[in-house]
Every structure is written in structure tokens, then in C-alpha cells.
DNA sequence: TCCCTCAAGATTGTCGGACAATATCACGCG
DNA sequence: CGCGTGATATTGTCCGACAATCTTGAGGGA
């Protein structure tokens, strides 16, 4: 494991580390089930073995890991039935948001921020399945973002989405990546038109498809 | 502050000081806003500094305290706006879990552990306002354990339901009180039924009522 | 040969002290 | 009375140490 030069400014330490190995974990430069050792890390960021602590700590309250005491910290790997039991939730939120965001799409100045940060989805490029990973999100965040609850977007977040688009990167073939942007442009379509019932139909149509996939993809990918 | 009897085990210094400070917050020991200082808690605990360390991180990713750089954690205060938006999202997270739950409730195993789990609100004693804090909140986790979907329950107690009614039980009068344990009731009638859409709808008219209470005193309080 | 036991090594959990960086506050100056 | 400035308090990080626990592999017995 190479060296790490760039030094982050005094109050960063800990923070440079969690952005380090949650890009790691999501890039897969560490895999799933993997063992993080503590000493292996001190010598990789030099930094003393109470920062590392720390971040665990942190990247396991963020679901990133998972802390099994006295045997250290693992890469989490996300189980069929909980990346199932995950899309369930982010139906819910999700929809939620996108009713929101239909009302909030009445207001000139929150649409044409809402118009700009969705304009991409609009590009007719082909897509590269890692590229994509980042319009994606972006694309929900602006959603979240013209909802305008802050509570909801903190916790979508915090639903392992980036995990499991990693675990399921693999399975975005062209085609899925096509449907995935046009189902996009169904729900900025209903947002636009200020129209909530419509907004959430074609969330959860969208989420229906997506989980399908990562569901495949990590049931073929001895995914228990 | 006085010293700590207690000895926990080895590989619990954390976690015990992680459930004593939560436990501390959630009775208004320690109030809002109020400044929790390392070299205090150090001498309080009789751990080290790390220890310390360690347990304000994870109870700040809890959403318990929040952290600010060079200048330490305080206890969180939520404001009106962010238990408007919480409340907005418990409504969906547990008007799903009711629904899942009232599919559940057709099997005779798990509709028996949930009529167990229950029993307490069936009982017509009048009810203090912090013992209900935990009836209530069992209610609710039978509700989700019923549901059968795991990360819903886990994610639901990051919603800061403890910290939300911590902040509110000045405001449950004995009126409120004897509200909230008919809709409970209400509730549990629908998914003993095995009714999704009336558990559904009782679960959003019981945390509409709530919201309203909780708002209310927030805004009394000076919750800005 | 295979399985069980146990000791050595590896790793985590915790402690204590140390110092630099930053924030906070009181003091004195203008 | 406002403002800069230094003293103080507190956090951020590092280091070294040791006990508790887990892992591994060697050795002995069936």
C-alpha cells in the first residue's frame, strides 16, 4: 500500500482519512468483507493510530463498515434482502420528495435552479456506467433539493445508495443506462408540470426497475 | 459532577459512556445546547481522552450532539423547522411499516408476538408523561419489528424521535396522553385486521396529532 | 492421518502524557 | 466605550505502552 503525500491542514486529519476510504470502498479499490487494519493504516496516512480510530468509528456509523469488536472493522457487504428491504425505503422517500418538489416547482426562481441542475440528463451522449453513477446522484439530489427538506435529503444519504450502485455497477449495461435516463426524464417531466401524483408514479416505477437490477446483480455476484 | 461507580468490561468503555451520555440527553440532565467538554467528561468517567473522543463522534453521527471544529459538541436542539420535516418523513417511513405490518399481522406466529408486544396500551391506567415516552416508543418498535424490514426499524431511530419527544413532554397533558393511546389502539385494531389502507391512514392521523403537539411546545419553548 | 489443545504472535481496547493549533476571554490601551 | 492583545482553556493530533482478545500454527493424542 503506497504512501499518501498530500498532507490536509491541522482539524483535517481525521476527515481527509473518512473521504479517503469511503472513495476506496466505493470505487472498490477495497472490496466488500475486506479487513481494515488499524496499524496498516497509520503507516499508509501517517497519521497516529487514534485518528484512524476515529474514522472507523465514523465510516461505520455511516454504514460504510462494519465493527465487530475486538476484531476490527470490515467492508460492508450489502445483503439481497437488504438492498430489497433498502429500495422499499428510498420508494417511500423518494416519492415523497418528488411530491414535494412538483409543489415547489411552482416557484420561477426554485425551477430554474431545479432546471439547471437536471440539464444534463438531457445530454443525448452514451453513457459509461462509472461517469454515470455521479449524474444519477445528481440527478436525485437536485430532486431532494427542490423538495426542500433537509431532513430528507441528510437521510437519503444515508441509505447506501452509493454502496449498492457500487455493488451493482457491473449490471449497467448500455440499455439499462438508456431506460435509466429517460425514466429520469419522466419524473423531471411531472416535477416541471407541477404535477405531485404523477411525480410519485414515476419514482416509484423508476426505483421498481432499478431495485430489479441491483437485485440481479447481486444475487448473480454471490450476493447470499 | 460527580464520579462513576460502574466499571464496565473490557471493549465497553465506549459504548458504556456512548449509552450514559445518550441516556443523560434524552432525561434533560444535560441540556441543549449545553457544552459537553472532554477534560470534564474524562475526570466524570475516569477514561481516557480517546475514550471520550470516540463516544462524543458516535453520538454525534447519532444525531444526538453536534460537533463543531476547535470548539467541541454540544447537545443538539432541533428547531421547528426540522421537526416539521422529521415528522413529514416518519409519517411515510412508519405509514409504510403499518401497511407492511398489516400483511405480517396474517400470520398467526408473528401476530402473536405482536399482540404480546402491545399488550401495555390496552391497559386503562392513566399514564405518566415519561413512562409514556417509553410505551410509546415500544409501541412504534412492534409496529416496525412486525413490519419485518430491518433497515426501516434501524432507520428509524435515527430520526430523532427521542430527542423530538424529550424536547415535548412538557406539553403531554393528560389530555394528549389518553389521545395518543386511542390512536395507538386505532392502529393496532388496523393491522390486527390486516388492513394496510386503515393502518396506513390511522398511522399518518396519529403522527399528524403528534407533529401539531410537538410544534406547538417547540415553539412555546423559544425553539426559535 | 486427523482432531484437539495450547502457546506464540497479531490486533484491538484503553491508558497517560505531550505538544501545536485554535478558540475564548479578560485586561489594558487609546 | 470600543478595540487589540496576550493569557487561558480546549480541541486536534501524535507517541508509547500494556492488557484483553483473537488468530494461527505447532505439537501431542486418538
Chains 1, 2 share one sequence.
Do not use: W
Request: with cysteine.
Amino acid at each position: 500500500m503506497a504512501a499518501e503525500p498530500a498532507e490536509p491542514a491541522h482539524g483535517e486529519t481525521v476527515g481527509h482519512i473518512v473521504a479517503r476510504l469511503r472513495d476506496d470502498i466505493l470505487a472498490r479499490r477495497i472490496a466488500p468483507g475486506e479487513r481494515l487494519v488499524e496499524s496498516e493504516l497509520t503507516s499508509r496516512f501517517s497519521v497516529s493510530r487514534g485518528s484512524i480510530r476515529e474514522a472507523l468509528r465514523l465510516l461505520a456509523a455511516e454504514g460504510f463498515l462494519e465493527h465487530l469488536p475486538n476484531r476490527g472493522a470490515i467492508v460492508r457487504r450489502l445483503t439481497v434482502q437488504e438492498i430489497g428491504e433498502l429500495f422499499q425505503i428510498r420508494a417511500e422517500l423518494e416519492a415523497l420528495a418528488a411530491r414535494l418538489a412538483a409543489e415547489a416547482a411552482a416557484d420561477p426562481q426554485q425551477r430554474a435552479g431545479f432546471e439547471a441542475a437536471i440539464a444534463p440528463i438531457f445530454d443525448e451522449r452514451p453513457r459509461e456506467p462509472c461517469a454515470y453513477l455521479a449524474e444519477n446522484a445528481a440527478f436525485h439530489a437536485a430532486v431532494m433539493t427542490l423538495a426542500g427538506n433537509r431532513q430528507l435529503r441528510d437521510l437519503a444519504l444515508r441509505l447506501h445508495l452509493p454502496l449498492i450502485m457500487a455493488q451493482a455497477a457491473e449490471a449497467l449495461t448500455p440499455q439499462a443506462l438508456a431506460a435509466s435516463v429517460r425514466e429520469h426524464r419522466v419524473i423531471a417531466a411531472a416535477i416541471l408540470d407541477s404535477d405531485p401524483i404523477a411525480a410519485d408514479a414515476a419514482v416509484r416505477a423508476h426505483l421498481a426497475r432499478a431495485a430489479a437490477i441491483a437485485l440481479a446483480s447481486t444475487r448473480a455476484g454471490s450476493g447470499k
